[in-house]
């Protein structure tokens, strides 16, 4: 009897049981379940855990380490970066295609038969032969050199340079009077010259000339990030930090920092309250700290990013004993960084 109703209980389990009444079936799946209730269960109830909070990251300094922000203060590019002489070449192969692609000028929508604009244009026109004025000679409709718009080598139609005296010379042109008959409208002609007419301000500043490293106005396609010096003969240029105060976060410690290091007159984002990058300094031997009495193993120094919009360094009055900083791009920095203080940032800082 027990062997029939095991083999109809493992029919009853089968998806598709091929020959079994549905009476039966039903009665054996009921006793299934009830026996399953009556099983006394092995899954104990989940019990609570606590997590106690990550102790503050002063606290931890309390047991081996010291705690230091670093800031890594930069200038952003303020122009963009020189072209190389392959990409002054493209640039001025599409301004040359550009023109033989479009329409023509149509003059006489913009001057009037036999106006002196009229005249002035029939005269530009014949020199450079395009309407564009920075291009070189080039007859973009010409049968027979349409096609000849790439450069030549040695040519210097792609330097920035003689296309900004192109320009120079042609809005000059304009205010050039053709005739002495009256020399009081030469005169104004020539003095409206001079007022119109101003040349852009150079890229390479005095400051470059100079060089000027404490200036904010050099290097103007770099990122400058600033370093400071401390007094003695064993002091070496370093980035702003300091130690953390007691319940200070890395953010609130980097403003701080560059406030008692260069002064409160810089318009200063700090980036973030997550590091960019730390170094652990180990000390040869233990020391011990006399107000807690806890041994020292070293310092970790974390980096935060940050930026200046307005300002300049001053170290009058900081609170480090800093004699001299200067405004560095990065190849600059690595010539006068320690090895040892060059290595945890030279992946960090920007090449441009």
């Known amino acids: 009897m027990a062997h029939g109703n095991n083999l109809l209980r493992q029919l009853a389990l089968r998806p598709t049981p091929p020959h079994i009444c549905r009476s039966c079936l039903l009665n054996l799946r009921q006793q299934r379940f009830v026996s399953t209730a009556e099983a006394p269960s092995s899954i104990e109830p989940p019990v609570a855990e606590y997590n106690a909070p990550l102790p503050h990251p002063a606290s931890l300094a309390q047991l081996a380490y010291k705690i230091k922000a670093s800031v890594l203060l930069s200038r952003p590019p303020i122009l963009t970066r020189d072209l190389n002489p392959f990409e002054k070449a493209y640039f001025l192969y599409q301004r040359r295609l550009n023109e033989r692609l479009v329409l023509p000028f149509t003059r006489y929508f913009y001057y009037q038969r036999g106006t002196p604009g009229d005249v002035i244009w029939k005269r530009k026109m014949k020199v450079r032969q395009t309407p564009a004025r920075d291009i070189g000679l080039y007859n973009a409709y010409s049968r027979t050199s349409a096609w000849n718009d790439e450069l030549l080598v040695g ?53 470059d000339q100079a060089g000027d490293f404490q200036s904010l106005n050099r290097a103007l396609t770099r990122t400058l990030y600033l370093v400071v010096k401390g007094q003695g003969a064993k002091a070496r240029w370093e980035f702003p930090s300091s130690l953390l105060d007691e319940k200070e976060s890395l953010n609130t410690a980097a403003e701080r920092t560059l406030v008692q290091t260069a002064g ?21 031997q233990k020391i011990v700290d006399n107000e807690t009495g806890a041994e020292r193993l070293g310092e970790k120094v974390f980096f935060m990013k940050g930026r200046i919009m307005a300002g300049q360094a001053n170290l009058k009055d900081n609170k480090f004993d800093l004699v001299d900083f200067k405004w560095l791009a990065k190849e600059e920095i690595e010539r006068e960084l320690h090895p040892s203080d060059w290595n945890p940032v030279k992946n960090i800082l920007l090449e441009r």
């Open 264 to 284: 409160p007159n810089m318009n200063t984002w700090i980036v973030g309250n997550m590091p960019i990058g730390h170094r652990t300094i180990t000390y040869p």
């Open 155 to 207: 040519a210097i139609e792609s330097e920035p340079e003689w296309q900004m005296d192109a320009l120079l010379r042609d809005a000059e042109d304009e205010l050039k009077p053709r005739h002495n008959e009256n020399e009081e409208f030469e005169e104004t002609a020539v003095k409206k010259q001079k007022q119109t007419v101003e040349r852009p301000m150079p890229r390479v500043t005095e400051a």
